[in-house]
Protein backbone atom coordinates (compact mmCIF):
# COMPACT_ATOMS: atom_id res chain seq x y z
CA UNK A 1 0.00 0.00 0.00
CA UNK A 2 0.85 3.65 -0.75
CA UNK A 3 1.11 6.52 1.41
CA UNK A 4 -1.77 8.05 0.54
CA UNK A 5 -4.05 4.67 1.48
CA UNK A 6 -2.31 4.39 4.60
CA UNK A 7 -3.85 7.82 5.67
CA UNK A 8 -7.10 7.04 4.38
CA UNK A 9 -7.14 3.84 6.50
CA UNK A 10 -5.34 5.69 9.82
CA UNK A 11 -7.62 8.64 9.30
CA UNK A 12 -10.96 6.03 8.75
CA UNK A 13 -10.22 4.22 11.68
CA UNK A 14 -9.70 7.32 14.17
CA UNK A 15 -12.79 8.59 12.95
CA UNK A 16 -14.48 5.68 13.27
CA UNK A 17 -12.99 4.48 16.50
CA UNK A 18 -13.31 8.25 18.05
CA UNK A 19 -17.22 8.11 17.64
CA UNK A 20 -17.78 4.43 18.85
CA UNK A 21 -16.22 5.91 21.76
CA UNK A 22 -17.79 9.06 21.96
CA UNK A 23 -21.17 7.38 21.91
CA UNK A 24 -20.41 4.52 24.68
CA UNK A 25 -18.00 6.65 27.37
CA UNK A 26 -18.12 10.48 26.53
CA UNK A 27 -18.97 13.33 24.22
CA UNK A 28 -15.42 14.58 24.79
CA UNK A 29 -13.99 12.07 22.36
CA UNK A 30 -16.30 13.77 19.29
CA UNK A 31 -13.28 16.63 20.03
CA UNK A 32 -10.92 14.21 18.43
CA UNK A 33 -13.27 13.05 15.61
CA UNK A 34 -13.30 16.92 14.63
CA UNK A 35 -10.14 17.66 14.85
CA UNK A 36 -9.53 14.65 12.42
CA UNK A 37 -11.81 16.17 10.70
CA UNK A 38 -10.05 19.49 10.50
CA UNK A 39 -6.78 18.12 9.87
CA UNK A 40 -8.26 16.46 6.73
CA UNK A 41 -9.78 19.27 5.42
CA UNK A 42 -6.55 21.49 5.80
CA UNK A 43 -4.49 19.18 4.02
CA UNK A 44 -7.00 18.69 0.94
CA UNK A 45 -5.90 23.11 0.58
CA UNK A 46 -2.13 22.81 1.82
CA UNK A 47 -1.07 19.46 0.90
CA UNK A 48 -0.12 19.33 4.11
CA UNK A 49 -0.69 16.55 6.67
CA UNK A 50 1.39 15.56 10.14
CA UNK A 51 0.32 11.95 9.32
CA UNK A 52 2.24 12.01 6.05
CA UNK A 53 5.45 13.22 7.85
CA UNK A 54 5.54 10.11 10.04
CA UNK A 55 4.31 7.62 7.28
CA UNK A 56 7.72 8.98 5.36
CA UNK A 57 9.61 8.44 8.37
CA UNK A 58 8.51 4.95 8.80
CA UNK A 59 9.28 4.17 5.20
CA UNK A 60 6.08 3.56 3.76
CA UNK A 61 6.33 4.25 -0.04
CA UNK A 62 4.79 7.15 -1.91
CA UNK A 63 2.34 7.36 -4.09
CA UNK A 64 3.41 6.31 -8.41
Known sequence: MN?????????GVVILGTV?????????????TGFVGLNLLQS???NFCPMMVVLRKLGVSECK
Open 3 to 11: IERWLRLIA
Open 20 to 32: ILGFVYSKYWFIF
Open 44 to 46: AFT
